[in-house]
T-cell receptor
Framework: EAEVAQSPRYKITEKSQAVAFWCDPISGHATLYWYRQILGQGPELLVQFQDESVVDDSQLPKDRFSAERLKGVDSTLKIQPAELGDSAMYLC???FGTGVVFFGQGTRLTVV | QQPVQSPQAVILREGEDAVINCSSSKALYSVHWYRQKHGEAPVFLMI?????EQKGHEKISASFNEKKQQSSLYLTASQLSYSGTYFCGTERGNNAGNMLTFGGGTRLMVKP
């Protein structure tokens, strides 16, 4: 069964270090999303891509976060430098047009 | 703007019914429902488009009242496997993929 792949599953990093997450969406899904989920809260959209173009990144803290999807397939989300408040689950998701949004297993980030 | 979910938490005995509500102050195009178990990715349950149709999935169904901008998720004859956190994701327009805004979640616990 097709699924959204994310790596790593868990990441512990020290404050002020750089960290990167990778996502491979379901094949054929042009829309890719990065969400951040703080424990006990709902997912919050950070950035949405349509193919290789950014559709919305209004909630992305651009001073430290960056996202790219160079060939319109897989994507990388980077944080530099990481702060304690960045500890959260980072979820990647994809969809085909306006259909169902499928989530990956997420990367649990802990900043110490 | 984040939709409001109610109740925030509910505890049921196996076989009992529950209703989870999701309200928005803005006009909606669609409502998506997800269930998330601890440490796992959100799993899609169903989409409801404006038009007020009711959809069903096993013993879980949902409705969308376009006039009230409210959706309700109905869980009947609950099973232990229904335990988890339920999120509604709302979409205001269909012009750029699914730009979902998620509510804060409703934690459901089903006890034997």
């Amino acid at each position: 069964e097709a699924e959204v792949a994310q790596s790593p599953r868990y990441k512990i990093t020290e404050k002020s270090q750089a960290v990167a997450f990778w996502c491979d969406p379901i094949s054929g899904h042009a829309t890719l999303y990065w969400y951040r989920q703080i424990l006990g809260q709902g997912p919050e959209l950070l950035v949405q891509f349509q193919d290789e173009s950014v559709v919305d990144d209004s909630q992305l803290p651009k001073d430290r976060f960056s996202a790219e999807r160079l060939k319109g397939v897989d994507s990388t989300l980077k944080i530099q430098p990481a702060e304690l408040g960045d500890s959260a689950m980072y979820l990647c998701a994809s969809s085909f047009g306006t259909g169902v949004v499928f989530f990956g297993q997420g990367t649990r980030l802990t900043v110490v | 703007q984040q939709p409001v979910q109610s109740p925030q938490a509910v505890i049921l005995r196996e076989g009992e019914d529950a209703v989870i509500n999701c309200s928005s102050s803005k006009a909606l195009y669609s409502v998506h429902w997800y269930r998330q178990k601890h440490g796992e990715a959100p799993v899609f349950l169903m989409i409801l488009l404006k038009g007020g149709e009711q959809k069903g999935h096993e013993k879980i169904s949902a409705s969308f009242n376009e006039k009230k901008q409210q959706s309700s998720l109905y869980l009947t004859a609950s099973q232990l496997s229904y335990s988890g956190t339920y999120f509604c994701g709302t979409e205001r327009g269909n012009n750029a993929g699914n730009m979902l805004t998620f509510g804060g979640g409703t934690r459901l616990m089903v006890k034997p």
